[in-house]
């Protein structure tokens, strides 16, 4: 009986630890959410990685799924989106979102709703940067 009540107590204590701060998975996503903020939406493609993704996740919560994404656009509330590589793709279907492309390919057509790009150096982007008036840049 003592065993059992000890196996209860620690399934609890893990149950607590389960639901306590940090990023969980769900249906396939890493979420981070901010105390009452929508968590930012981010998708990446197969040239990227959660690894590399990563240092671009803001503090304030997201929602990033843990394997490169590939398919429609996934349908959560987000008021800012940030895009990776060919992700960019799909910056029209947030567009009441502020999106962020990390190293869009360099003829992309920038939607109204890009509010910053970040660029990998020593790369061309004039294509890029000559639509970019009043837009964020930096580079990684």
């Known amino acids: 009986m003592g065993l059992a009540a000890g196996g209860c107590a620690v399934a609890v204590g893990l149950l607590l630890c389960a639901a306590g701060p940090g990023p969980k998975v769900v249906d396939g996503f890493v979420v981070s959410r901010a105390k009452g903020r929508c968590p930012a ?3 990446y493609g197969d040239d990227w ?3 590399q993704v990563r240092r671009f996740l803001p503090e304030a919560g997201y929602r990033v799924p843990v394997r490169p ?3 429609e656009a996934p349908r959560f ?3 800012r ?3 990776f590589g060919d992700c ?3 910056a029209s279907e947030y567009p ?3 999106v962020t492309l990390v190293a869009p390919p360099e003829h992309f057509r920038l939607p109204p709703n890009v509010t910053a790009l970040r660029l990998r150096p020593f790369e061309e982007h004039e294509s890029l940067l ?3 008036k009043g837009i964020s840049v930096a580079f990684f």
Do not use: C, I, M
């Open 96 to 98: 009441d979102a502020a």
């Open 81 to 83: 989106v940030t895009l």
């Open 41 to 43: 939406l981010v998708l």
């Open 69 to 71: 994404w590939d398919g």
């Open 49 to 51: 990685n959660l690894k």
């Open 88 to 90: 960019a793709s799909y």
């Open 130 to 132: 000559s639509q970019g």
């Open 77 to 79: 509330p987000a008021e």
